[in-house]
């Protein structure tokens, strides 16, 4: 079983910054693909960021510039840094492991920014 626990969230004003670090544990492979999802009441989860083991990462295009996922192989550990923070940008951040067939998530973290 693999377990994920996301930390970071917060409070910030509107151009802030925020880290989001999220740790797994469990019977873990290095080959998979790590991420951030975001959700708000009454719309679907949708993808933030996500990283391949030794891949390239990808962003949606409303955070391009903005936000920069990385990950520590060695720590089991995905990083989500959010610059020039938008009051759009409040959700729930979710973490997500992807390893096929399976998918693992995070229990959540709060992003609020302020305008």
């Known amino acids: 079983q693999v377990h994920l626990v996301e930390s970071g969230g917060g409070l910030v004003q509107t151009g802030g910054s925020l880290r989001l670090s999220c740790i797994a544990s469990?019977?873990?492979?290095?080959?998979?693909?790590m991420g951030w999802y975001r959700q708000t009441p009454g719309k679907q989860r949708e993808l933030v960021a996500r990283?391949?083991?030794?891949?390239?990462?990808y962003y949606a295009d409303s955070v391009k510039g903005r936000f920069t996922i990385s990950r520590d192989n060695n720590k089991n550990t995905v990083y989500l840094q959010m610059n020039s923070l938008k009051p759009e940008d409040t959700a729930t951040y979710f973490c997500?492991?992807?390893?096929?067939?399976?998918?693992?998530w995070g229990q959540g973290t709060q992003v609020t920014v302020s305008s």
């Open positions: 469990g019977l873990i492979s290095n080959i998979n693909t």
């Open positions: 990283i391949a083991s030794l891949g390239p990462a």
């Open positions: 997500n492991l992807f390893k096929p067939p399976r998918e693992y």
